[in-house]
Nanobody, 115 residues
Framework: QVQLVESGGGLVQPGGSLRLSCAASGSGFSIYAMRWYRQAPGKQRELVAQITRGGSTNYAEAVKGRFTISRDNAKNTAYLQMNSLKPEDTAVYSC?????????WGQGTQVTVSS
């Protein structure tokens, strides 16, 4: 089993940057694909970015070129670097660890982009 704890959210002005972290406890972090999702008020949860256990990445069109997902298996941590933030990026961001038949979630961290 894996427990996930996100951190790094907060209030930032448009154009600013934040780095979210997702710290995992438990065994086998390196074999999980890691995903970041977000959910804005009144909207459905959407997949923002994914990194496979092999390090391949993909992104939602809305964040391509601005967000970067990465992982450090030695630290059991996944990251989401968010640059050039926009008000429409405001949401609760949650990390998700997946492998065949298993899916674990963190509690989420609030990101608010506002002047």
């Amino acid at each position: 089993q894996v427990q996930l704890v996100e951190s790094g959210g907060g209030l930032v002005q448009p154009g600013g940057s934040l780095r979210l972290s997702c710290a995992a406890s438990g065994s086998g972090f390196s074999i999980y694909a890691m995903r970041w999702y977000r959910q804005a008020p009144g909207k459905q949860r959407e997949l923002v970015a994914q990194i496979t256990r092999g390090g391949s990445t993909n992104y939602a069109e809305a964040v391509k070129g601005r967000f970067t997902i990465s992982r450090d298996n030695a630290k059991n941590t996944a990251y989401l670097q968010m640059n050039s933030l926009k008000p429409e990026d405001t949401a609760v961001y949650s990390c998700n660890a997946v492998k065949l038949g298993y899916s674990y979630w963190g509690q989420g961290t609030q990101v608010t982009v506002s002047s």
